[in-house]
């Protein structure tokens, strides 16, 4: 069973998903492709990293699995402040969409429908 991403793809999905001046649509992206091809790259390799053991000869090469870490702890810092900031948005939202409300709730106590008198 071999993994259809490798070590050096993660790497990269992860540095895409880290780069600097994407929208925040294509930032989303990235992080759901990045997340998509580690998690079973991760199952695959995982009894691998419990045991601590390399039977079938070296899986990754050290260096590249603590880059792998370190960027991977950095997507996921970036994916929760994204959350934490979608959450405020829509907190922000909600109390304007209060006030609006206030607002446009405010009916007027009568209307008139005869026309003003000239002279």
Same mark, same amino acid.
């Given at each position: 069973? =071999?993994? /259809? +991403?490798?070590?050096?793809?993660?790497? *990269?999905? &992860?540095?895409?998903?880290?780069?600097?001046?994407?929208?925040?649509?294509?930032?989303? =992206?990235?992080?759901? &492709?990045?997340?998509? &091809?580690?998690?079973?790259?991760?199952?695959?390799?995982?009894?691998?990293?419990?045991? #601590?053991? *390399? =039977?079938? #000869?070296?899986?990754?090469?050290r260096?590249?699995?603590?880059?792998?870490?370190?960027?991977?702890? *950095? +997507?996921?810092?970036?994916?929760? !402040?994204?959350?934490?900031?979608?959450?405020?948005?829509?907190? &922000?939202?909600?109390?304007?969409?209060? #006030?609006?409300?206030?607002?446009?709730?405010?009916?007027?106590k /009568? !209307?008139?429908?005869? /026309?003003? /008198?000239? #002279?």
């Amino acid at each position: 069973m =071999s993994s /259809r +991403v490798g070590i050096g793809d993660l790497i *990269e999905l &992860a540095e895409i998903a880290l780069a600097e001046g994407a929208d925040i649509d294509e930032l989303i =992206s990235h992080i759901e &492709a990045y997340s998509a &091809a580690f998690h079973p790259w991760y199952e695959e390799h995982k009894e691998t990293f419990e045991q #601590g053991t *390399e =039977s079938s #000869g070296p899986v990754v090469d050290r260096d590249d699995l603590e880059r792998l870490l370190k960027l991977h702890t *950095e +997507v996921l810092g970036k994916a929760e !402040l994204l959350q934490q900031g979608t959450s405020n948005d829509l907190m &922000a939202l909600r109390g304007r969409r209060k #006030g609006m409300m206030a607002y446009i709730d405010i009916l007027p106590k /009568r !209307l008139s429908t005869r /026309r003003t /008198r000239k #002279g």
